[in-house]
């Protein structure tokens, strides 16, 4: 009688230890000192006959099973239909983005009028949107790597969408600024969208998509400044917060058409379920996935901060938090001097290093239509930054594509230290944010690259953190310490961008042309990125 058994499951753990490899040891060694204990990869095993057949051979063993990872079917898949509707509808959350902060230059001088607000009042709410983006941005990246990124994108535009609405019928100063600091909190969540993107790409075409991410951030700043135009001298700020949120609005109503990352599913333990991603992903396209079966990874420990510390990481986290840190504190630095030595009354005097008087703490002026006009057109640079680093990220990489951008901003900052006239400094000041901005947009396309996806939502969320830190301390710089010394003001701006350019050229990874990583183990060198199996039982790999 043939006797013969259903198929097995093998469940096993990855080394991290080289030396514990041997047969020996691994007799020797309980589970906790043979592999992790947060990563666990399970295959099923073909069917095995106990038996062999008239030649010698056991059937079960002719039996081989193809198995392949997301990054596999992804790149089988590659460029589609699925991707730009996802462009789409993840672009609406970063436009809204940019409204958010935009409204923060048009607001202020507003309220500083209407209100009656003294100069500290007025910072104040532009300081505490900061505030909360600074506890928001870790919070909703710890939320996306251990519930989903679908889950953490959809509730943080909730969160905005409904404070948004609620400050704009704040009754009062002390309510405006508990609101918008709630709405900082919230739209802090928003660079999740790059994460949640970046795992649907194809290698080839990743840094190129993300840079088209980026426009939509372009698109959203001129479309708030276009509607405050419109919106402002007639029907008021109110009506302009109010507004602001339409983007997040329309998010929301398509958001159902999300799926879950399938890299997320998969390092869940949800292979089924990463697979009917992957086939509706195929199907939209017009492909085919590749044959075989998904092998199966469990991460049991996502978002930790620890993790981002580890021995493979500590040195690019601590790296890319220093350049999102100036990355921020000189984009939002360029845009509040901009306005600070157009206002001056002698270009001369200012850029000599004479000190720019400061005015009446309760003097306001209202934006006029040549204020907008102006503003739009200082906008307008994101785009021509946009183009510089789009042909330029995937041809010398991103670390050497973020140095090009802080370099080439110190160099715009050296002709503000002599006397030249307007134009000139309207030229300098337009070509420094351009670089500045598209540097912004290469770090957004690099952090997602570099960190694996157990880690990667929180990894972005800890790193615009520090933007935002960057953004907060700014002001104090580019509008207070001006006041008192134009040359010391510059030289901040420009050693922190030389310090961060050579921080991007020795950045220990270039991303260039790789996969995204689905463990933290696929960073160790030799035999400890993968755990294979004899072919004829299929393969495996985290």
Same mark, same amino acid.
């Given at each position: 009688?043939?006797?013969?058994?259903?198929?097995?499951?093998?469940?096993?753990?990855?080394?991290?230890?080289?030396?514990?490899?041997?047969?020996?040891?691994?007799?020797?060694?309980?589970?906790?000192?043979?592999?992790?204990?947060?990563?666990?990869?399970?295959?099923?095993?073909?069917?095995?006959?106990?038996?062999?057949?008239?030649?010698?051979?056991?059937?079960?063993?002719?039996?081989?099973?193809?198995?392949?990872?997301?990054?596999?079917?992804?790149?089988?898949?590659?460029?589609?239909?699925?991707?730009?509707?996802? +462009? /789409?509808?993840?672009? /609406?959350?970063?436009?809204?983005?940019?409204?958010?902060?935009?409204?923060?230059?048009?607001?202020?001088?507003?309220?500083?009028?209407?209100?009656?607000?003294? +100069?500290?009042?007025?910072?104040?709410?532009?300081?505490?949107?900061?505030?909360?983006?600074?506890?928001?941005?870790?919070?909703?990246?710890?939320?996306?790597?251990?519930?989903?990124?679908?889950?953490?994108?959809?509730?943080?535009?909730?969160?905005?969408?409904?404070?948004?609405?609620?400050?704009?019928?704040?009754?009062?100063?002390?309510?405006?600024?508990?609101?918008?600091?709630?709405?900082?909190?919230?739209?802090?969540?928003?660079?999740?969208?790059?994460?949640?993107?970046?795992?649907?790409?194809?290698?080839?075409?990743?840094?190129?998509?993300?840079?088209?991410?980026?426009?939509?951030?372009?698109?959203?700043?001129?479309?708030?400044?276009?509607?405050?135009?419109?919106?402002?001298?007639?029907?008021?700020?109110?009506?302009?917060?109010?507004?602001?949120?339409?983007?997040?609005?329309?998010?929301?109503?398509?958001?159902?058409?999300?799926?879950?990352?399938?890299?997320?599913?998969?390092?869940?333990?949800?292979?089924?379920?990463?697979?009917?991603?992957?086939?509706?992903?195929?199907?939209?396209?017009?492909?085919?996935?590749?044959?075989?079966?998904?092998?199966?990874?469990?991460?049991?420990?996502?978002?930790?901060?620890?993790?981002?510390?580890?021995?493979?990481?500590?040195?690019?986290?601590?790296?890319?938090?220093?350049?999102?840190?100036?990355?921020?504190?000189?984009?939002?630095?360029?845009?509040?001097?901009?306005?600070?030595?157009?206002?001056?009354?002698?270009?001369?005097?200012?850029?000599?290093?004479?000190?720019?008087?400061?005015?009446?703490?309760?003097?306001?002026?209202?934006?006029?239509?040549?204020?907008?006009?102006?503003?739009?057109?200082?906008?307008?640079?994101?785009?021509?930054?946009?183009?510089?680093?789009?042909?330029?990220?995937?041809?010398?990489?991103?670390?050497?594509?973020?140095?090009?951008?802080?370099?080439?901003? +110190?160099?715009?900052?050296?002709?503000?230290?002599?006397?030249?006239?307007?134009?000139?400094?309207?030229?300098?000041?337009?070509?420094?944010?351009?670089?500045?901005?598209?540097?912004?947009?290469?770090?957004?396309?690099?952090?997602?690259?570099?960190?694996?996806?157990?880690?990667?939502?929180?990894?972005?969320?800890?790193?615009?953190?520090?933007?935002?830190?960057?953004? /907060?301390?700014?002001?104090?710089?580019?509008?207070?310490?001006?006041?008192?010394?134009?040359?010391?003001?510059?030289?901040?701006?420009?050693?922190?961008?030389? /310090?961060?350019?050579?921080?991007?050229?020795?950045?220990?990874?270039?991303?260039?042309?790789?996969?995204?990583?689905?463990?933290?183990?696929?960073?160790?060198?030799?035999?400890?990125?993968?755990?294979?199996?004899?072919?004829?039982?299929?393969?495996?790999?985290?």
């Amino acid at each position: 009688m043939d006797n013969w058994r259903k198929p097995s499951t093998i469940s096993y753990k990855r080394w991290r230890n080289p030396e514990l490899r041997d047969e020996a040891n691994f007799s020797a060694q309980n589970d906790e000192i043979q592999g992790t204990d947060n990563e666990i990869c399970t295959i099923a095993s073909p069917r095995i006959y106990s038996r062999t057949n008239k030649s010698g051979s056991r059937p079960g063993f002719d039996q081989t099973e193809e198995t392949f990872t997301v990054e596999d079917a992804l790149e089988a898949i590659g460029y589609g239909k699925f991707q730009w509707k996802l +462009s /789409l509808l993840t672009g /609406l959350s970063w436009i809204g983005d940019a409204m958010e902060m935009m409204i923060l230059s048009i607001l202020s001088p507003q309220l500083h009028c209407e209100w009656r607000l003294p +100069s500290y009042q007025v910072a104040m709410i532009t300081a505490v949107v900061f505030v909360g983006m600074c506890f928001g941005s870790p919070t909703w990246g710890n939320m996306a790597d251990n519930y989903g990124r679908k889950l953490g994108l959809t509730f943080c535009m909730c969160w905005t969408l409904y404070f948004g609405l609620l400050s704009a019928f704040a009754p009062v100063y002390g309510w405006l600024l508990f609101l918008r600091g709630l709405v900082g909190f919230g739209i802090s969540g928003a660079p999740q969208a790059v994460t949640m993107y970046s795992e649907f790409l194809p290698v080839k075409a990743r840094g190129t998509c993300i840079m088209l991410i980026g426009a939509f951030w372009a698109i959203g700043a001129v479309s708030e400044v276009l509607l405050a135009l419109w919106i402002m001298p007639t029907l008021g700020w109110r009506w302009l917060l109010g507004l602001s949120t339409i983007p997040m609005a329309i998010f929301l109503c398509f958001c159902f058409w999300l799926p879950e990352s399938p890299r997320f599913d998969r390092l869940m333990g949800k292979t089924e379920k990463a697979m009917a991603t992957l086939t509706r992903i195929a199907k939209e396209n017009g492909k085919e996935l590749p044959k075989g079966k998904m092998a199966a990874c469990k991460k049991n420990d996502r978002g930790r901060l620890k993790d981002l510390f580890s021995p493979q990481y500590w040195r690019t986290t601590l790296l890319l938090c220093f350049i999102w840190f100036v990355n921020a504190f000189s984009y939002y630095g360029i845009v509040l001097l901009t306005t600070e030595l157009f206002q001056s009354k002698d270009l001369c005097e200012t850029t000599q290093g004479a000190k720019i008087e400061p005015n009446c703490s309760v003097e306001c002026k209202y934006l006029t239509s040549a204020d907008y006009k102006d503003l739009l057109w200082t906008t307008l640079a994101e785009f021509p930054g946009l183009l510089v680093i789009f042909l330029l990220v995937d041809r010398i990489g991103r670390k050497k594509s973020l140095a090009v951008c802080f370099f080439m901003f +110190s160099l715009c900052c050296l002709p503000l230290y002599a006397c030249i006239g307007r134009l000139a400094l309207t030229i300098f000041i337009f070509i420094a944010r351009a670089f500045i901005s598209g540097g912004y947009q290469v770090v957004f396309v690099y952090t997602p690259e570099v960190f694996p996806t157990g880690n990667r939502a929180l990894a972005m969320g800890t790193c615009s953190a520090m933007a935002r830190v960057g953004s /907060l301390i700014t002001p104090f710089v580019a509008q207070v310490l001006l006041r008192s010394s134009v040359y010391l003001t510059l030289s901040i701006y420009l050693c922190c961008s030389l /310090l961060a350019g050579i921080a991007s050229l020795i950045l220990p990874i270039e991303t260039l042309g790789r996969g995204l990583q689905e463990s933290s183990l696929d960073q160790e060198a030799g035999g400890q990125t993968t755990t294979t199996i004899p072919r004829s039982y299929g393969t495996a790999s985290c």
